[in-house]
């Protein structure tokens, strides 16, 4: 019964490529996230959904879009993919609270590598 | 951009002996919070100090936060081979639109050699 599970877990595709990471939470949480994580553990976040609606846009090429069908799933696809985008994105869910965000709860992580 | 900033880097100790990482950031925060991510592995959820806590305690865990020098430490007691990972510290800020993001720091890697 994991709590917040993305799909793949390992991605190698070609440069130019086009893919998609899934990810899904039966938490019953309201807020999900993508972060990216970087071959020197800099976690970055690149986007946020609370109930379906976008609230965080980093500034994030706009190769990559986030899409949410529902509360409890938010998948990014990625278009022409790029040398650069070889790391490992990491899907996160949390409840929303009224004053700063709380307990992030996170997938096992999907590591892309693009050659 | 990046909040917070872990020190050291790297850390390495004998099993048994107690860790301290310590945690930098850089603008006024609603809570900070510390995560540990294992090799190949996600984050997990450690602990949560508010604001206006001070200090915090979860079974060998202690976090301190000096919200005057804008800081924070982890202090791992009696650590455990179990213990390895890197650990990080993440920063949910006050300012409007930022409140549900948190902003991780670079991390520390601590290694406890048995």
């Known amino acids: 019964d994991t709590a917040v599970s993305q799909t793949p877990k390992y991605l190698v595709t070609q440069m130019g490529n086009d893919k998609s990471i899934k990810c899904e939470q039966n938490?019953?949480?309201?807020?999900m996230y993508w972060y990216k994580q970087d071959s020197k553990k800099f976690l970055k976040i690149m986007f946020s959904y609370n109930n379906k609606e976008l609230i965080i846009n980093e500034t994030v090429p706009n190769r990559f879009s986030p899409k949410s069908p529902d509360k409890a799933h938010l998948n990014l696809h990625i278009n022409s993919l790029e040398l650069g985008d070889s790391a490992v994105y990491f899907c996160?869910?949390?409840?929303?609270?009224?004053?700063?965000?709380?307990?992030?709860?996170f997938g096992e992580g999907s590591r892309l590598t693009v050659l | 951009s990046q909040q917070g900033e872990e020190d050291p880097q790297a850390l390495s100790i004998q099993e048994g002996e107690n860790a301290t990482m310590n945690c930098s950031y850089k603008t006024s925060i609603n809570n900070l919070q510390w995560y540990r991510q294992n090799s190949g592995r996600g984050l997990v959820h450690l602990i949560l100090?508010?604001?206006?806590?001070r200090e915090k305690h979860s079974g060998r865990l202690r976090v301190t936060l000096d919200t005057s020098k804008k800081s924070s430490s982890l202090l791992i007691t009696a650590s455990r081979a179990a213990d390895t990972a890197s650990y990080f510290c993440?920063?949910?800020?006050?300012?409007?639109?930022?409140?549900?993001?948190?902003?991780f720091g670079s991390g520390t890697q601590l290694t406890v050699l048995p």
């Open positions: 100090i508010r604001s206006n806590e």
């Open positions: 996160a869910s949390s409840q929303g609270s009224s004053g700063g965000a709380g307990e992030l709860f």
């Open positions: 993440a920063t949910a800020g006050r300012a409007s639109g930022s409140a549900r993001q948190l902003t």
């Open positions: 938490l019953g949480h309201d807020t």
